[in-house]
């Protein structure tokens, strides 16, 4: 995700105010919450698309603190190319 200065020195001073640990486990709560609306959506036929962009929203901002905290950020861009080709592979392209 590209972010601006701005933002990125947000995701730093969370991360500084709360800890690792905590933001590590925000990571998880987010991705549960992401989780619990994609099940609303497609099981009990939900429209609840708001709800959906606000989690992925929080997921994508909690992944960012993740790749800080671990300082993967530029690993895990470098692995995505092989990852699609993977993808790409598998659809017989
Ligand atoms: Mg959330």
Do not use: C, F
């Not at 709360?18 to 939900?46: C, D, P, T």
């Not at 929080?58 to 699609?84: G, S, T």
């Amino acid at each position: 995700m590209n972010l601006t200065d701005e933002e990125q020195k947000i995701i730093q001073k969370a991360i500084k105010t709360w800890g690792n640990q905590a933001q590590l486990l925000m990571v998880l709560e987010e991705m549960s919450e992401l989780q619990k609306e994609i099940l609303k959506n497609i099981n009990r036929h939900q429209q609840n698309m708001e709800a959906i962009v606000d989690e992925t929203a929080d997921v994508l901002i909690m992944i960012e603190q993740l790749q800080h905290i671990y300082q993967i950020k530029d690993a895990v861009r470098a692995r995505i190319p092989q990852k699609l080709k993977k993808i790409q592979n598998r659809l017989g392209e």
